[in-house]
C-alpha cells in the first residue's frame, strides 16, 4: 500500500462531512458472491448476449430452459446464503462518523444487513418483486425464500424436476401473476437506471465532500460516469480495489482496507 495514498486517504475520511460509498461487485466478493468481469467472473461463465438482457433471457429460455435455470440458481444462491463481511461493516461504522450514503450496483442488500441506513440501489435489488409494467414493489423475498427458490431450480437445472413442478415450487415462495408481470428488481443491459435510486444517486455525487470507490471495474454506464462527476463537483475520490486506479488508489480487497482505513482515521470502529 502506498504510504503517501493511506495517509491522504486517513485525513481526507477525518475531515469529510457527507461521504458517498460507491460500491460495485467487488464490495461483496468476500462474502462469496462471484464479480462480473474477474477471471471467474460471472459473464464468463453466462454469455452477457444470452444472459444479461430480458428479452434475451426469454429466447434463451424458449430454446434452452434449463440453461436459464441454472443462470438464475447461480444468481440467487450466492445471494441467498451470504452474510455481510468486514467490508459492509465498515461502511455501516462510518455512519457514526460522516454523514454516509452508499450508492450500490449491488442487488444483494449487504449494505443493509451490514446496517447501512442510507443505501441507494441504482441497479435494483433481488430481494424486491416489482410490477414490470408500473414499476412498483410488490412484495420483499427474503433470503431464506430464495434459499427454497434455489433448492426448486437446483432440481430443474439439474433435470430432476419437471417445469410444472419448478413452476409449482415456485408459486409458494415467489408471487408470480399469470400475465407474467412480476419479476425481481434487476437492471439488466438496456434497461432504464432503478429509480428513484439514480435521481438520488446523481444528486448526493454532487454534494459530497469524500467518495469512496469500491470494487467496481468501472465499465457500466452510466453508474461508472459517478466517479468523475464527484470529483467535478469538487469531492476527494479514493478507490478500493485490487486493482485500482486515479487519483488516491488503495489497492487491496475491500474487506481488509476498508476496516483497516477506518480504524487509522476514528480509532477501532466496532
Ligand atoms: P465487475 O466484475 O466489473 O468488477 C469487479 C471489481 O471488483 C474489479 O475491479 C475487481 O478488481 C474488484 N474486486 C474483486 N475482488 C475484490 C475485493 N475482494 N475487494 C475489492 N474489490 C474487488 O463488477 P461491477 O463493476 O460491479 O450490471 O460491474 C458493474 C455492473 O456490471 C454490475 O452491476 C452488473 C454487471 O453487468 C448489470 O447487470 C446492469
Request: charged content about 20%.
Amino acid at each position: 500500500m502506498n504510504a503517501a495514498n493511506w495517509s491522504t486517504a486517513v485525513s481526507g475520511l477525518r475531515i469529510a462531512k457527507h461521504v458517498v460509498v460507491f460500491s460495485g461487485a467487488g464490495m461483496s466478493a468476500e462474502s462469496g458472491i462471484p464479480t462480473f468481469r474477474d477471471a471467474d467472473g460471472f459473464w464468463q461463465r453466462f454469455p452477457p448476449e444470452k444472459f444479461a438482457t430480458w428479452s434475451g433471457l426469454w429466447k434463451t429460455a424458449l430454446t434452452d430452459p434449463h440453461s436459464v435455470a441454472d443462470f438464475v440458481l447461480n444468481v440467487v444462491d450466492p445471494i441467498a446464503r451470504a452474510e455481510a463481511n468486514p467490508g459492509h461493516r465498515a461502511v455501516a461504522a462510518l455512519e457514526r462518523r460522516a454523514k454516509t450514503t452508499v450508492v450500490t450496483q449491488n442487488v444483494d442488500g449487504l449494505h443493509q444487513t451490514a446496517g447501512s441506513t442510507d443505501v441507494l440501489e441504482v441497479h435494483g435489488s433481488l430481494l424486491e418483486v416489482i410490477d414490470s409494467v408500473t414499476a412498483h414493489v410488490v412484495q420483499r423475498i427474503d433470503r431464506s425464500q430464495w434459499t427454497q427458490i434455489a433448492e426448486a431450480l437446483r432440481k430443474y437445472a439439474g433435470k430432476q424436476s419437471s417445469l410444472v413442478s419448478l413452476l409449482a415450487e415456485l408459486r409458494k415462495h415467489y408471487p408470480l401473476d399469470w400475465l407474467g408481470r412480476h419479476r425481481p428488481n434487476l437492471v439488466l443491459f438496456g434497461d432504464a437506471m432503478a429509480e428513484p435510486a439514480w435521481t438520488k444517486a446523481c444528486e448526493v455525487v454532487d454534494q459530497c465532500d469524500l467518495f469512496i470507490s469500491v470494487g467496481t471495474s468501472g465499465e457500466v454506464y452510466p453508474a461508472a460516469m459517478l466517479p468523475d462527476q464527484a470529483a467535478e463537483a469538487g469531492a476527494m475520490v479514493i478507490t478500493v480495489d485490487p486493482q485500482a486506479s486515479g487519483d488516491c488508489p488503495l489497492r487491496g480487497n475491500a474487506g481488509i482496507v476498508l476496516p483497516k482505513l477506518i480504524d487509522d482515521a476514528f480509532g477501532e470502529h466496532r
